[in-house]
């Protein structure tokens, strides 16, 4: 480290625009790690039964509201899980009740509970018409769902099979594809005038494909879509660093007990609330871009949302001494193992 580096870095309160907290025991344990550093976050619908309706969210924030520890500044934004019989206009009385922020299309199978998800995207037309004429945000998990497509090629193809013809029919239609992992996302995002936005998990921004598979299979680091290789990952840190509005954080923090990830088919997701903002303030020291960390976690996402960026601040502190973090979280359900960056962290949240 040159003399000159900086050493403490003051930013707007973060938000996360695509995270996990799931239900119950978990809910209980895991929300207090995102509350901490976040003021907001749009909170993913694949809970099992999902939630479908705008009753089905209002019942989840509720009980998300209940979980949340003593003093905590933290507002949940939900999302209702689009399936083929959602109903146009009890999406549009929830986005004007304020009770939800977005509507989720998860392809039917893509991932982790996605069995309810779409199946024929003309099915749900009438919601898409809708929700383009409200301006109401569809978050996309973007893979396609063909077995015969190859697990790595399966979001590059969504883009070209998926997602051009439905922005050529809905034009209106905002749209936030989630968790992107290839420069082909990347392309397509910045080659695209209007209305499309893409979100960017910390993860992403730091492992790649060879730290799933390379000297033994690494459950933990298994997530959908699968991280692609070095020169995509290499992609997404040039997007977020970039400054442009048009990426911004979404962890995806996606909390499964070890007993369900280490198992002979385990689940996907990655939880990494507990050290994501040490994990990032990493990545874009790294690449000579701290200055613009501010806008990736803090304002491109409440702009696109239309919601006003957090009035509060975090400082993080850079110390020599290598951050400590718990390497799992305790549930009543068991562990929940904490992302490794592989690497030492030297930024703490100072609190
Ligand atoms: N990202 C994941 O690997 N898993 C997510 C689902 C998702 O975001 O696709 C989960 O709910 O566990
Ligand atoms: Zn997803
Ligand atoms: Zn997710």
Redesign the pocket.
């Known amino acids: 480290m040159p003399a000159t580096a900086p050493t403490r870095l003051t930013i707007r309160r973060p938000d996360d625009w695509?995270l996990?907290l799931r239900d119950g025991a978990v809910l209980q344990a895991v929300l207090p790690e995102t509350a901490r550093d976040f003021a907001r976050a749009i909170v993913?619908p694949?809970l099992v039964p999902p939630v479908v309706t705008g009753a089905d969210a209002a019942a989840y924030r509720d009980r998300i509201r209940a979980a949340l520890p003593p003093g905590a500044d933290f507002t949940p934004l939900m999302t209702l899980y689009l399936t083929d019989d959602t109903d146009p206009e009890d999406v549009a009385r929830a986005h004007a009740a304020g009770i939800a922020t977005a509507v989720k299309l998860?392809p039917a199978g893509?991932?982790?509970?996605?069995a309810s998800g779409v199946t024929d995207i003309e099915k749900v037309r009438p919601v898409l018409d809708r929700m383009a004429e409200i301006g109401m945000p569809l978050c996309i998990?973007g893979e396609v769902t063909d077995p015969s497509v190859d697990i790595f090629d399966r979001e590059a193809v969504f883009i070209d099979k998926v997602l051009k013809p439905l922005r050529k029919k809905v034009p209106d239609l905002r749209i936030v594809m989630?968790?992107v992992t290839t420069s082909h996302a990347v392309d397509y995002v910045r080659d695209t005038p209007a209305r499309l936005a893409a979100t960017i998990?910390t993860h992403h921004l730091i492992i790649n494909r060879n730290a799933i598979l390379a000297g033994g299979i690494r459950p933990h680091y298994?997530?959908?879509?699968v991280a692609k290789r070095e020169r995509h990952r290499v992609a997404l840190v040039e997007a977020a660093v970039s400054g442009d509005r048009r990426f911004f954080l979404g962890t995806?923090s996606?909390?499964?007990v070890d007993s369900r990830k280490l198992m002979e088919c385990g689940?996907?997701?990655?939880f990494t609330a507990t050290n994501t903002l040490s994990c990032l303030a990493e990545v874009f020291e790294a690449a000579g871009r701290l200055d613009d960390l501010e806008a990736f976690t803090s304002l491109n996402g409440p702009r696109y949302y239309g919601l006003p960026p957090n009035e509060a601040t975090v400082t993080l502190v850079r110390e020599d001494a290598p951050v400590t973090y718990p390497g799992a979280i305790e549930t009543a359900d068991g562990p929940v193992t904490v992302f490794d960056p592989g690497f030492p962290l030297h930024w703490r949240v100072e609190r």
């Open positions: 695509h996990h993913m694949n998860y893509a991932t982790t509970n996605s998990h989630e968790h998990t298994y997530c959908l879509p995806d996606a909390p499964h689940c996907a997701g990655i």
